[in-house]
Antibody, heavy 122, light 107 residues
Framework: LQLQESGPGLVTPSETLSLTCSVS??????????WGWIRQPPGKGLEWIGSIYYSGTFYNPSLRSRVSISVDTSKTQLSLKLRSVTATDTAIYYC????????????????WGQGILVTVSS | DIQMTQSPSSLSASVGDRVTITCRAS??????LNWYQQPSGKAPNLLIYEASSFHSGVPSRFNGSGSGTDFTLTISNLQPEDFATYFCQQTYTSPFTFGPGTKVDVK
């Protein structure tokens, strides 16, 4: 199984950042996994953006008003949309597969895409 | 939000060394602590989940311990491929926050 992010590498301020993550092997609809997006400004730490579970979607409150995550099971793709971007949204964006372990209470990303650098600039 | 801190922020070590990285949460997170390894220029890889459970394929020289607010990642017999940045992440409550990272480089 592999994850591959794609989308524009340059986005204009105030516009919408749109990324897709292609999931090989067609396992995106399995209920024992969930899917998420994480970002990393160049040279800095990691920030969880949000995750989509079989039961629903959850977002980082700091981004909730601007972000949406969805899954297209027919295309085995995960999508991220981030509206009204500014330079502070410049980052490497990773998609990842999540698991909740045997207890069902844990959350961890056990498979990551290679990441895509998105720069917000005019 | 739960704040995660890591110490040290960086360390220099040699192949064969034993390395210890500490992660502290601003409030209890019970056992819901993950460790990731990020080689330079690459995506993170899961090492440890639930504080001490090994992800499949992770070498036994990596060990995670702790509960509550204080956690430790220990690398015994450091190997060349272990020079990387290590992040902890709490998943006790949303938002799932990461620590700032600890960079392990060559002495």
């Amino acid at each position: 199984l592999q994850l591959q992010e794609s989308g524009p590498g340059l986005v204009t301020p105030s516009e919408t950042l749109s990324l897709t993550c292609s999931v090989s092997s067609g396992s995106i609809s399995r209920s024992d996994y969930y899917w998420g997006w994480i970002r990393q400004p160049p040279g800095k730490g990691l920030e969880w953006i949000g995750s989509i579970y079989y039961s629903g979607t959850f977002y980082n409150p700091s981004l909730r008003s601007r972000v949406s995550i969805s899954v297209d099971t027919s295309k085995t793709q995960l999508s991220l949309k981030l509206r009204s971007v500014t330079a502070t949204d410049t980052a490497i964006y990773y998609c990842a597969r999540g698991s909740q372990g045997s207890s069902g209470w844990s959350h961890y990303f056990d498979l990551w895409g290679q990441g895509i650098l998105v720069t917000v600039s005019s | 939000d739960i704040q995660m801190t890591q110490s040290p922020s960086s360390l220099s070590a040699s192949v064969g060394d034993r390395v210890t990285i500490t992660c502290r949460a601003s409030q209890t997170i019970t056992k819901y602590l993950n460790w990731y390894q990020q080689p330079s220029g690459k995506a993170p890889n899961l090492l440890i989940y639930e504080a001490s459970s090994f992800h499949s394929g992770v070498p036994s020289r990596f060990n995670g311990s702790g509960s509550g607010t204080d956690f430790t990642l220990t690398i015994s017999n450091l190997q060349p491929e272990d020079f990387a940045t290590y992040f902890c992440q709490q998943t006790y409550t949303s938002p799932f926050t990461f620590g700032p990272g600890t960079k392990v480089d060559v002495k």
